[in-house]
């Protein structure tokens, strides 16, 4: 798939995730109206869906081949700063685990 502009503007529900998600490399083909645009990356098994033709428009980020099947469905009024959290908790699982586990006291540390 080659790699082309996303046609989300700067206002659009979804646009800062179409922005980082270019960032990391994710790419979608071209799309001329409004539907679901699919991103992928070749080193991520995620898929993202951003689809701003349904009211509320909504963003699907759904796990790949590793592990168990899960997603996250988010909706356009959730703010631009929480799509991007959301966006790198979703890839990076055990991290956000990691971290979890130290704000809460259940770190386990070695000697």
């Given at each position: 798939?080659?790699r082309?502009?996303?046609?989300?503007?700067?206002?659009?529900?979804?646009?800062?995730?179409?922005?980082?998600?270019?960032?990391?490399?994710?790419?979608?083909?071209?799309?001329?109206?409004?539907?679901?645009?699919?991103?992928?990356?070749t080193?991520?098994?995620?898929q993202?869906?951003?689809?701003?033709?349904?009211?509320?428009?909504?963003?699907?980020?759904?796990?790949?081949?590793?592990?168990p099947?899960w997603?996250?469905?988010?909706?356009?009024?959730?703010?631009?700063?929480?799509?991007?959290?959301?966006?790198?908790?979703?890839?990076?699982?055990?991290?956000?685990?990691?971290?979890?586990?130290?704000?809460?006291?259940?770190a386990?540390?070695?000697?």
């Open positions: 798939m080659t082309t502009q996303h046609t989300l503007s700067g206002t659009a529900p979804f646009a800062a995730l179409a922005e980082e998600l270019a960032e990391l490399g994710f790419e979608t083909g071209h799309y001329d109206t409004p539907g679901p645009r699919q991103y992928t990356a080193d991520s098994p995620m993202i869906t951003i689809d701003d033709s349904r009211r509320p428009p909504r963003a699907v980020l759904a796990s790949g081949e590793d592990g099947a997603h996250i469905e988010l909706r356009g009024d959730v703010p631009d700063g929480a799509q991007v959290m959301t966006l790198y908790a979703a890839l990076h699982p055990d991290n956000i685990a990691a971290a979890a586990r130290a704000a809460t006291g259940t386990h540390t070695t000697a």
